[in-house]
């Protein structure tokens, strides 16, 4: 009883321990100074030696309760594996708790040392909390559960406590025990409330990378094109953004949205189609981005949204790249203005757009006057660069001047779950480093409240979402902090201690500068932004066209692509092509070579409309290349004349012309917008003059008089030859009457008393001729057609 009682209540708790063992060292110093000589005995030696430590790989896979009270059990899990040749024998696993930390910074010191370090990590707490392992070969692993009351931790005060997690044991080449590995973490005990607990401001971001495109379908729909599906993934069970959400709803955050991945899903709730390599496949996920949408819709209820600009464009890149090409800071204010509407349409919450935030929270002068030009007030910065020479940590919100408030998030806290945590050790490890530091916040002033804001990375993975989401639960019994929405952090009491200078630019990081979009990217999204312009003043329905578009170019200014810089250029090259193909869809019909001949005449030029709507508000302008050859429009050397085109249909346009001298004219027709910009590609063409003189015009007239004359000859010889023809065939019928009556009279003289007609016209009879009707007859001749005119009166054959 008296041993139990000893362990249960008079054991000295484990940091005063640790403070005596400390003192004893440094009583025992001189003495061991002056017995250098006298051996210490081998075992004890080797029990505190950092020999072998890290030839254990200690792993803390969880701790609960993540803080805990005094009437809760600690609860730690975790696995232990020889990573050494040899196997480890006789070893123990235990809990050791060392003294409470003093400051912030002596919590980031302990989470950076490595091997056990004797005098350093404190001693471990013992039977009957440890756990034994009689063997652990080399390679192998072993699981184990320490549970302890945290009433036998014996802590001394509300704090943070550092804890070591160790595997004590031995090898055949070091047969005495000594520390082997050791896993270190803290834990925060915080029993009672405090007197003034820190308001905690967590942003909950939204935010995704650029998936559409800037093409879209001919429908009346428009139907969208997709890069890719990857954002389906995203939204699915099991995705990021739809953890993000299924987390979010349940903790006290503030949701950070981009307007584009909430216009990006709500496409995806209607037909839509994904490029798949040089075709189009259509999208299939809608019900998923339906399903999202709606839990996204009802998990924001009751929270404040903070709306970025569309797309989230990277504003330290505009403010050292792209700030100096025209209309880059106007496109900001484009999606400053579209961001509210977006998520107020598809939300149905409106959201507050006065906050911008750059990247990892570096600011710089620059940074801060483009942050601001598009109508934001306050600028979410870091403290890692926006730096405090104090000995504790102020308040967030800091006015500037000018009507700006900087918002300085806790570097620590913000930077707290990033990297892997995927493995269980790591977010354990993640989640007690954030309380850990969030307590030592509070007890920093602990008879001061402050307003601190943290802005984590703007893309968690889901292990990533997962494990902010453990630690923002281990802070919901509010014993030292509470929950704030970021707009009341942005009007919370400034610290007058607080710096409210801007970091100077040469302080902005290198390594965030290297990332940063460059001028010549700049440069090509004003090129497709000016020919955008000029295309849209040209169409009858501009407003199919130019939102796909102006989107697009938002997307092409977006954090998202820091580090991708070829994916970055691909993108931008890809909206150029498509709107470049566009455009050209109203076009000039390439014309060859024409022959002038003759004073006056009209030059045709043909415009082309290919596109699913009307052309207008053009003009062609067509210029002959040699006013003294070929001129236009009563002697001007240029003639334009307006053009209005349907969609899917051709115009020509016919320009008067006038001839002066023969020769080869150049001339070149080119489309303008009405305010006179070119538009598309000019289009030229030679017109060769062949100009008539009157001497020409008379020898020509002679050569007709001549055809004339020669024709009318050549019809009355035909008519005179028709007239001997008609004469001739008159007394052949004349001459084949005659014969028959003459056969006739000879049948009646064979006749008794009978005479022939010629007897009685006393004409002799010629006797019997020969058959007219017979085959062998010649035809009668009528006598050559004579080449001479025809006598008057007299018909032509024709």
């Known amino acids: 009883m008296a041993e139990a009682a000893a362990i249960q209540g008079t054991v000295p708790s484990p940091a005063r321990r640790w403070l005596r063992r400390m003192a004893s060292l440094a009583v025992a110093a001189p003495l061991l100074a002056g017995l250098v000589q006298v051996a210490p005995a081998p075992a004890a030696a080797a029990a505190e030696s950092p020999s072998g430590s890290g030839t254990v790989d200690v792993s803390v896979d969880t701790l609960t309760p993540s803080a805990p009270v005094e009437s809760d059990t600690l609860t730690i899990t975790g696995t232990v594996t020889n990573e050494g040749k040899q196997a480890v024998t006789n070893a123990t696993v235990d809990l050791r708790v060392g003294p409470q930390m003093t400051s912030r910074s002596e919590i980031e010191d302990v989470s950076g040392r490595g091997a056990y370090r004797d005098g350093r990590d404190p001693a471990p707490l013992g039977e009957p909390y440890a756990v034994k392992i009689p063997s652990l070969g080399a390679g192998l692993s072993k699981e184990f559960t320490l549970s302890v009351p945290v009433s036998k931790l014996e802590l001394d005060d509300a704090g943070v406590y550092q804890l070591g997690i160790s595997l004590t044991g031995e090898t055949a080449s070091r047969?005495?025990?000594?520390?082997?590995?050791?896993?270190?973490?803290?834990?925060?005990?915080?029993?009672?409330d405090t007197e003034k607990k820190t308001q905690l401001t967590y942003l909950w971001p939204l935010i995704s990378t650029a998936h559409v495109s800037a093409e879209t379908g001919a429908d009346l729909q428009q139907t969208p094109v997709f890069e890719n599906d990857d954002l389906a993934a995203e939204l699915a069970p099991g995705g990021r953004l739809h953890e993000m959400v299924a987390l979010g709803k349940d903790l006290p955050v503030t949701w950070v949205i981009d307007p584009d991945l909430l216009a990006s899903v709500n496409a995806m709730t209607e037909p839509y189609m994904v490029k798949s390599g040089t075709t189009e496949v259509p999208g299939r996920n809608?019900?998923?981005?339906?399903?999202?949408?709606?839990?996204?819709?009802?998990?924001?209820?009751?929270?404040?949204?903070?709306?970025?600009?569309?797309?989230?464009?990277?504003?330290?890149?505009?403010?050292?790249?792209?700030?100096?090409?025209?209309?880059?800071?106007?496109h900001l204010q484009q999606a400053t203005a579209l961001a509210s509407t977006t998520v107020e349409t598809i939300l149905h919450v409106k959201p507050s757009t006065d906050f911008a935030w750059p990247v990892d929270g570096a600011v710089d002068p620059s940074i801060m006057a483009v942050?601001?030009?598009?109508?934001?007030?306050?600028?979410?910065?870091?403290?890692?660069?926006?730096?405090?020479?104090?000995?504790?940590?102020?308040?967030?919100?800091?006015?500037?001047?000018?009507?700006?408030?900087?918002?300085?998030?806790?570097?620590?806290?913000?930077?707290?779950?990033?990297?892997?945590?995927?493995?269980?050790?790591?977010?354990?490890?993640?989640?007690?480093?954030?309380?850990?530091?969030?307590?030592?916040?509070?007890?920093?002033?602990?008879?001061?409240?402050?307003?601190?804001?943290?802005?984590?990375?703007?893309?968690?993975?889901?292990?990533?979402?997962q494990s902010i989401a453990t630690a923002l639960k281990g802070l919901a019994a509010q014993r030292w902090t509470q929950p704030q929405d970021l707009l009341a952090a942005a009007t919370a009491t400034r610290d007058p201690d607080a710096s409210t200078r801007v970091p100077g630019s040469g302080s902005y990081p290198k390594k965030l500068r290297a990332q940063e979009l460059d001028t010549t990217a700049f440069e090509q999204m004003k090129d497709t932004r000016d020919e955008l312009d000029d295309f849209k003043v040209i169409l009858t329905a501009p407003d199919r066209v130019v939102p796909p578009f102006s989107?697009?170019?938002?997307?092409?200014?977006?954090?998202?692509?820091?580090?991708?810089?070829?994916?970055?250029?691909?993108?931008?090259?890809?909206?150029?092509?498509?709107?470049?193909?566009?455009?050209?869809?109203?076009?000039?019909?390439?014309?060859?070579?024409?022959?002038?001949?003759?004073?006056?005449?009209?030059?045709?030029?043909?415009?082309?409309?290919?596109?699913?709507?009307?052309?207008?508000?053009?003009?062609?302008?067509?210029?002959?290349?040699?006013?003294?050859?070929?001129?236009?429009?009563?002697g001007a050397a240029i003639a334009e004349l307006p053009v209005k085109i349907n969609g899917g249909h051709s115009q020509s346009v016919k320009f008067p012309a006038s001839a002066n001298a023969n020769g080869p004219v150049p001339m070149k027709a080119q489309l303008y917008t009405e305010d006179g910009t070119p538009y598309g590609a000019p289009m030229t063409f030679t017109v060769k003059v062949s100009e008539i003189t009157p001497t020409v015009m008379l020898v020509i007239a002679g050569g007709v008089l001549l055809l004339v004359l020669a024709g009318v000859r050549m019809y009355s010889q035909r008519k005179r030859a028709a007239a001997r023809n008609a004469e001739a065939e008159t007394d052949a019928e004349t001459d084949a009457e005659a014969e028959k009556e003459a056969e006739a009279g000879d049948e009646t003289a064979s006749e008794p008393g009978a005479r022939t007609r010629d007897e009685a016209d006393g004409v002799p009879d010629a006797g019997p001729g020969p058959d007219p009707e017979q085959p062998s007859d010649p035809t009668p001749d009528t006598g050559p057609e004579s080449g001479n005119p025809s006598g008057p009166g007299e018909k032509v054959d024709r």
């Open 175 to 192: 047969p005495y025990g000594r520390v082997l590995g050791i896993e270190r973490t803290f834990l925060p005990y915080q029993p009672e």
């Open 371 to 465: 942050a601001t030009s598009a109508g934001a007030r306050n600028v979410i910065a870091r403290s890692d660069s926006f730096r405090d020479d104090l000995s504790y940590t102020p308040t967030s919100a800091r006015p500037i001047g000018g009507g700006t408030t900087a918002i300085v998030s806790d570097a620590v806290l913000s930077k707290a779950f990033q990297g892997d945590l995927i493995r269980a050790e790591n977010a354990t490890l993640a989640v007690q480093s954030f309380l850990a530091q969030s307590l030592a916040v509070t007890l920093e002033l602990p008879e001061e409240q402050r307003s601190v804001v943290v802005a984590p990375q703007r893309m968690p993975t889901t292990a990533q979402a």
């Open 551 to 634: 989107n697009a170019i938002s997307r092409e200014m977006s954090t998202s692509w820091r580090g991708q810089a070829p994916s970055a250029a691909f993108y931008r090259a890809e909206v150029q092509r498509y709107l470049g193909g566009l455009t050209e869809e109203v076009q000039l019909i390439k014309k060859s070579d024409l022959t002038l001949s003759g004073r006056s005449a009209t030059i045709p030029v043909t415009v082309q409309n290919r596109l699913l709507q009307g052309a207008d508000h053009l003009v062609l302008r067509l210029t002959s290349g040699n006013k003294t050859r070929l001129q236009l429009n009563d």
């Open 286 to 330: 809608q019900d998923v981005a339906e399903r999202w949408l709606d839990a996204l819709e009802k998990a924001v209820q009751g929270h404040k949204v903070v709306a970025l600009p569309f797309a989230d464009p990277d504003l330290a890149s505009l403010a050292h790249h792209g700030k100096s090409v025209p209309g880059s800071l106007s």
